[in-house]
């Protein structure tokens, strides 16, 4: 409705300016508590994250007290089951040269003495794979000549490889110049690892040590003709963690890769398997 | 109910009529009218409003509901930068309400309690059937609302009652 005078045109456009006032205090208002709220609320949440920083803190030790129980555990049971075995061993030594008129009594302990040993070095590696659990040996590694390593694995494995009635073949892919870094005894046992899993399974035909270079690391391979590695070997690796290790009626292969893996890594090298069927496992290692 | 909504009305009239028809359905409705798009005012600020100015133009409060919904759309939507972009078109608009547009307004605004749509697609054409849940019962301002998604995209958005029901209505696209 149009104001018919001045005046009254002049009160209308005060009560205007008076609203359009008390709008904008009304806003600064809620802005302010709104920001004051803001504030507070991102005060609690710095509290609430610090306090929850810490309990995961003590959650995180906790774990990793456990886990190095777990170790110290394994370790002490190996240990304690490792001096039993030893009188065990001896006394079947000692039983099968006593008389025995028919020798059935010296076939059951050899049979006994056996199956001791298997015994004795399952829990020697398992040992072996406690102890390497986050090892870092890097730093102590030196050059070591590739084909005089190859050549001292093949001869050592020859033999065995043969009773296995597998041929073991050396193909020496890289010059007598090339060196790498490592440590020959903790490699030599993981190889030792991945030839023991091939000897097992390879049915028939021949086995060959294979290696080559890429830039910066010597790949040693494993090529077997039987089944191989499996194809998750990573969740074989971890048989304390209940990892899947198909074949395991041949023994020992969970356990074995897993070992080797962590061999592996505590030099530095790595550790995997190629081919449609896995017929190879390697393992790579830095170049000297 | 937002102040917002009545920052939005306030343009709305003003721009359909002058500043002085807002000064005097503010006198007339007795409120002080000092709305900020941040605070909350009673719904029945709102309903004062349109009842005065139905008093003003005798235009029947439905209608003028739905007049002010139908202008209200642009306004809002220019609030929420990117939401009719985004959507493209009247209908995946109207689609997002919900689970887009709804929760981007309780971003700016956390007290808002916005409506639910709920939708069914038509089987013959491109059309949807809206039913309008809220406790406001502003069934005729979502009309208008609805109606004013064509103006976003510039393309004719048809709104009707389906018969029988106050808060189920009928949309139907035609192509530009």
């Not at chain 1, 018919?4 to 009254?8: A, C, E, F």
């Given at each position: 409705?149009?104001d ?5 045109r002049?009160a ?9 006032r ?18 507070e ?6 509290e609430?994250?610090?306090e929850?920083?810490?309990e995961?803190d003590l959650?995180?030790?906790?774990a990793?007290a456990?886990?190095?129980a777990?170790?110290?555990?394994i ?5 304690e089951?490792?001096t039993?075995?030893n ?10 040269t006593a ?7 010296a ?11 298997a ?8 040992l072996r794979?406690v102890e ?26 020859q033999?065995?490889a043969?009773?296995g ?22 490699l ?15 049915d ?7 290696t ?9 391979a494993i090529v ?18 209940g990892?899947?290790?198909p074949e395991?009626?041949?023994?020992g ?5 897993a ?15 190629e ?13 000297a | ?26 006198d ?25 100015a139905?008093?003003?133009t005798e235009?029947?409060?439905?209608s003028?509901l ?10 809002l ?8 972009e985004d ?26 309690i916005?409506?639910?749509?709920e939708f ?33 995209y ?6 009707d ?7 189920t ?7 530009a």
């Open positions: 409705m149009a018919t005078d001045p005046d009254s002049i209308r456009l005060e009560r205007r300016l008076q609203r359009e008390k709008a904008r205090a009304d806003a600064e208002a809620i802005a302010e508590r709104g920001l004051r709220d803001l504030y609320a991102n005060q609690g949440l710095e609430r994250v610090l929850r920083t810490a995961l959650a995180r030790h906790a990793e456990a886990s190095r777990k170790s110290a555990f370790a002490h049971v190996s240990h089951v490792r039993p075995l009188g065990v061993l001896g006394n079947l030594e000692l039983l099968t008389v025995d008129a028919d020798g059935a009594a076939v059951f302990a050899d049979n006994a003495g056996q199956s001791a040993k015994l004795q070095r399952l829990f020697d590696r398992l794979y390497l659990e986050g090892a870092d040996r890097t730093a102590e590694t030196a050059p070591v000549k590739v084909d005089a390593f190859v050549e001292s694995l093949a001869s050592r494995w033999t065995r043969a009773k009635g597998k041929l073991l073949v050396a193909d020496p892919g890289v010059g007598p110049e090339i060196s790498m870094r490592t440590l020959e005894l903790e030599g046992e993981a190889v030792d690892e991945l030839l023991d899993n091939a000897v097992r399974h390879a028939n035909g021949s086995l060959t040590i294979a080559s270079t890429s830039l910066d690391r010597v790949r040693i077997d003709t039987g089944p191989g590695v499996p194809e998750d070997f990573r969740a074989a690796a971890t048989p304390l963690n990892g899947r290790a395991r009626h041949q023994g292969q969970g356990l074995g890769l070992l080797a893996t962590r061999l592996a890594e505590s030099v530095g090298a790595r550790l995997g398997v081919g449609e069927d896995h017929t190879s496992a390697w393992i790579e290692v830095p170049l | 109910m937002k102040g917002v909504i009545f920052n939005v009305v306030e343009e709305v009239v003003v721009s359909l009529w002058d500043d002085d028809t807002w000064d005097d359905l503010l007339d409705a007795g409120l002080d009218g000092s709305y900020t798009a941040l605070g909350n005012y009673g719904d029945e600020e709102l309903l004062a409003l349109v009842d005065a139905h008093r003003l235009i029947p409060v439905p003028l739905e007049t002010i919904g139908e202008h209200a759309t642009v306004r939507a220019e609030r929420l930068p990117g939401a009719a959507a493209g078109s009247a209908r995946e608009f109207i689609l997002r309400v919900n689970d887009i547009i709804h929760p981007e307004v309780k971003k700016l605004y956390p007290q808002a916005p409506p639910v749509f069914t697609e038509h089987t013959d054409d491109d059309g949807l059937v809206v039913e309008y849940r809220s406790r406001r019962g502003l069934d005729a301002l979502a009309i208008g609302l609805l109606r004013g998604c064509g103006h976003l510039g393309e004719p958005v048809d709104v009652r389906v018969a029988g029901s106050t808060s209505f009928r949309v139907s696209f035609k192509d």
